[in-house]
Each structure stands twice: as C-alpha cells, then as structure tokens.
C-alpha cells in the first residue's frame, strides 16, 4: 500500500465518506455563522470571506474525489472486462486481499469465491497459500507486478498478481 493510499485510509469516516470536505464545509458554516455575530462590519466581511473560501475548497475537494472514484471505476471495469475471457483462472480483490470479482474459469476450478480471502482461495492448490499471498501483497507494495512460480508435490503454479 502507498503512503498515499495509507494517508487517504486514515482520513476517512466509518461511512467511507472523506473528512477533508466535511472539515472545510464545517469550517465554512462556522465563519457564516461567527459573520453574522460580528459587530465591526470590516470583521465580518473578512469572516463571510473565509466562509466562502471554506465551501469553495470543500466543493472542490468533493468533486476532485469523485472524478477520481470515477476513473478508479473504469480501470476496474476494464480489468473485469479484459480477464472474463481469460482461460486461466483470475481474481479481483480489493486493497485488503478479499475477492470481489472473478471470472467464469475461476469459478469452474475454485467455485464462487466472492467475500473470501485469496488466500483461502488457492489453499487447496498450494500448501502454503497465506505465505505466497503475503508475498506477493508486499511485492505489490514496491512494484506493479509480482510473479512467483510455486512447486507443489502435484507439479509448478505459477501465480501473477497486478497492481491496478
């Protein structure tokens, strides 16, 4: 996981919505709120200002997030399109290592997976599968692609896993 993806888990709410806009709306409604209460015209002006400013960034940073929720939406939907017709067994997980999508060649050699771990997944193909996933979850950490070709009493798996 990037620093970046570390810093961006962290400033989110238990709904999964970003605190950074839901700050700076809240500031913005705090300096209406201290605009009206100012005696000095001057002070409020400058309060009204901040405001203003406040919901500005919050607008921006709103939509900033969801062009980006957007084009993260796409690549998946690309990746889901390009593996459907795979014959080699593919999963799709999320950033914790769960399945959330695989296509027909999976499910025919491991059935429906979906909500599972990946290493629960391959356990019955490899004997020790938590390790392989690990390993290849910390390569993903470095690079975009992580590759390892396993030897099991049953012959070589070579497993592939991308970074999207």
């Given amino acids: 996981m990037s620093r970046e993806a570390e810093v961006s888990g962290r400033l989110l709410t238990d709904a ?3 605190v950074q806009p839901i700050v700076l709306v809240a500031l913005g409604v705090l300096g209406v709120l201290l ?7 001057g002070w409020r002006l400058v309060a009204v200002s901040v405001a203003a400013g406040c919901f500005s960034a919050g607008i921006l940073v709103s939509a900033r ?3 980006r929720a957007r084009r993260v939406g796409r690549q998946a939907r690309t990746a889901l399109d ?3 017709h795979d014959p080699a067994p593919s999963f799709c997980t999320e950033p914790g290592g769960t399945i959330v999508a695989s296509n027909e060649a999976a499910t025919r050699r491991f059935g429906n997976r979906h909500g599972q771990p990946m290493a629960r997944a391959i356990s019955g193909l490899l004997p020790n599968s938590a390790a392989v996933v690990f390993r290849h979850e910390t390569a993903l950490a470095r690079r975009h692609v992580a590759t390892e070709t396993v030897v099991t009493p049953r012959g070589a798996v070579k497993l592939t896993a991308y970074r999207l």
């Fill in 16 to 18: 999964g919505m970003p």
């Fill in 65 to 67: 997030g969801l062009v």
């Fill in 82 to 84: 390009l593996m459907a």
């Fill in 35 to 41: 605009g009206l209460f100012l005696p000095v015209d």
